[in-house]
């Protein structure tokens, strides 16, 4: 999708769908089965001779409204839903990847994604984690039964930007599944069908929904990868058209079988939620290009972690793949002040964990998020235990400034 069309595109996306009782908004289907009156069409529909739907765990007329849109968003061939991000990461991992299969996954990673590479494990698939910013370190954790590499754009909360191109060439180059999560970097700010992602999973929840009203997530196939060359899709899928072989495997054994599925209320308050992405996404990331700038100026904070700051590591990077600089700033106090102190100061940012709130919020990152991880891997993603992690909203910016100004004042 054209960036200059986005939001007229997403406006009128319900009304491309020609809902029948010529609603603007598609409707909210809530029934959990669908019946027909010729047996044979609810048979084809089963066998996926006929599109249709069966039972709201695999699909509803408004579950597929909101696919079509963030398949348009991505500019993918094919798109699904699920009831959060994490919903859609574990469901992908779980039925492409079988024992004695390798994945290579960044090591900046945010907490939960981790969490499921463990458990993955304890299947009988091989984890590798490394350094993503580093092409030559992914590139020497390839073996033989390597399948996926798995990156997210911008980590959190650190904000280290992988090295998404040279992934999506190695990826090219071997034969491997590029999945790229861009929760932190939706498909506003960046087209990751562009470096060569074959799926695109992310948490509708943040920024496409925006206002932490309802979790959601999803995949979306980008037509990158001819699925006839992966050999764990499972016989019974080879009937579909290539595009189609992962993502009806993805449903069939995923929303099927593990039972993750979206209700058509949280759809359709995601694509609501989607119709102003763009305009709130341009002014948290003004935002927090402005804060960034004011606290690394500041003679109480340590260090600032954004991409949009020039001394950034991979500053460049960012201005080659992202529209904008992402609305996440993480920062380090100096030694002598508590991260928890500091945000008891502060009176309109909320401590409260989520990300891509319309409302500024904030939290120690070793304390909460990451505590379950340990210091030791903490620092192995780079993360001080005084680290303040951010998500800018979209208030005016002049009080974002002045509150933070006042809580350093006083702390």
Request: contains cysteine; aromatic residues 8%; hydrophobic residues 40%.
């Given at each position: 999708?054209?960036?200059?069309?986005?939001?007229?595109?997403?406006?009128?996306?319900?009304?491309k769908?020609?809902?029948?009782?010529?609603?603007?908004?598609?409707?909210?289907?809530?029934s959990?089965?669908?019946?027909?009156?010729?047996?044979?069409?609810?048979?084809?529909?089963?066998?996926?001779?006929?599109?249709?739907?069966?039972?709201?765990?695999?699909?509803?007329?408004?579950?597929?409204?909101?696919?079509?849109?963030?398949?348009?968003?991505?500019?993918?061939?094919?798109?699904?839903?699920?009831?959060?991000?994490?919903?859609?990461?574990?469901?992908?991992?779980f039925?492409?990847?079988?024992?004695?299969?390798?994945?290579?996954?960044?090591?900046?990673?945010?907490?939960?994604?981790?969490?499921?590479?463990?458990?993955?494990?304890?299947f009988?698939?091989?984890?590798?984690?490394?350094?993503?910013?580093?092409?030559?370190?992914?590139?020497?954790?390839?073996?033989?039964?390597?399948?996926?590499?798995?990156?997210?754009?911008?980590?959190?909360p650190?904000?280290?930007?992988?090295?998404?191109?040279?992934?999506?060439?190695l990826?090219?180059?071997?034969?491997?599944?590029?999945?790229?999560?861009?929760?932190?970097?939706?498909?506003?700010?960046?087209?990751?069908?562009?470096?060569?992602?074959?799926?695109?999973t992310?948490?509708?929840?943040?920024?496409?929904?925006?206002?932490?009203?309802?979790?959601?997530?999803?995949?979306?196939?980008?037509?990158n990868?001819?699925w006839?060359d992966?050999?764990?899709?499972?016989?019974?899928?080879?009937?579909?058209?290539?595009?189609?072989?992962?993502?009806?495997?993805?449903?069939?054994?995923?929303?099927?079988?593990?039972?993750?599925?979206?209700?058509?209320?949280?759809?359709?308050?995601?694509?609501v939620g989607?119709?102003?992405?763009?305009?709130?996404?341009?002014?948290?990331?003004?935002?927090?290009?402005?804060?960034?700038?004011?606290?690394?100026?500041?003679?109480?904070?340590?260090?600032?972690?954004?991409?949009?700051?020039?001394?950034?590591?991979?500053?460049?990077?960012?201005?080659?793949?992202?529209?904008?600089?992402?609305?996440?700033?993480s920062?380090?106090?100096?030694?002598?002040?508590?991260?928890?102190?500091?945000?008891?100061?502060?009176?309109?940012?909320?401590?409260?964990?989520?990300l891509?709130?319309?409302?500024?919020?904030?939290?120690?990152?070793?304390?909460?998020?990451?505590?379950?991880?340990?210091?030791?891997?903490?620092?192995?993603?780079?993360?001080?235990?005084?680290?303040?992690?951010?998500?800018?909203?979209?208030?005016?910016?002049?009080?974002?400034?002045?509150?933070?100004?006042?809580?350093?004042?006083?702390?």
């Open positions: 999708m054209s960036k200059t069309q986005f939001t007229t595109t997403v406006v009128h996306a319900d009304r769908l020609n809902p029948d009782s010529g609603a603007v908004h598609y409707p909210v289907v809530n959990v089965l669908f019946g027909y009156e010729n047996p044979q069409d609810l048979v084809d529909i089963f066998q996926g001779k006929q599109a249709g739907h069966a039972y709201a765990r695999q699909s509803t007329p408004t579950t597929d409204a909101l696919q079509s849109m963030v398949n348009d968003m991505e500019g993918g061939v094919g798109c699904l839903v699920f009831a959060s991000g994490m919903a859609a990461i574990t469901t992908t991992f039925t492409l990847l079988k024992a004695g299969d390798h994945i290579i996954a960044s090591q900046f990673l945010f907490g939960n994604t981790p969490s499921v590479l463990g458990t993955l494990q304890r009988g698939v091989e984890v590798t984690q490394v350094d993503a910013t580093n092409i030559e370190l992914v590139k020497a954790a390839v073996q033989p039964n390597t399948k996926i590499i798995f990156t997210e754009t911008i980590a959190n650190v904000t280290q930007i992988a090295d998404l191109n040279g992934i999506g060439e990826c090219k180059q071997n034969n491997l599944v590029y999945i790229i999560d861009n929760t932190m970097t939706p498909s506003y700010i960046f087209n990751a069908k562009a470096v060569g992602a074959s799926l695109i992310t948490s509708l929840t943040k920024y496409v929904g925006g206002h932490g009203t309802v979790t959601a997530g999803a995949v979306v196939d980008t037509g990868y001819d006839r992966y050999d764990n899709i499972l016989p019974s899928f080879r009937s579909q058209a290539p595009h189609a072989q992962a993502l009806t495997q993805i449903k069939k054994k995923g929303l099927r079988d593990l039972g993750g599925c979206l209700s058509s209320d949280s759809a359709q308050m995601i694509a989607a119709e102003t992405m763009a305009l709130r996404i341009d002014r948290a990331c003004a935002n927090a290009q402005a804060l960034a700038e004011f606290l690394d100026a500041h003679d109480k904070i340590a260090k600032v972690y954004y991409p949009g700051l020039q001394d950034h590591p991979q500053h460049q990077q960012a201005k080659t793949y992202f529209k904008q600089f992402g609305a996440i700033v920062f380090d106090p100096v030694d002598s002040i508590d991260p928890v102190a500091l945000l008891t100061e502060l009176n309109l940012v909320i401590s409260a964990t989520h891509g709130d319309n409302r500024t919020l904030a939290l120690p990152v070793a304390q909460t998020i990451y505590f379950e991880m340990g210091l030791e891997n903490r620092q192995k993603a780079g993360i001080n235990e005084n680290m303040i992690r951010m998500s800018v909203g979209i208030e005016e910016v002049d009080d974002l400034i002045a509150d933070f100004s006042q809580a350093l004042a006083n702390i």
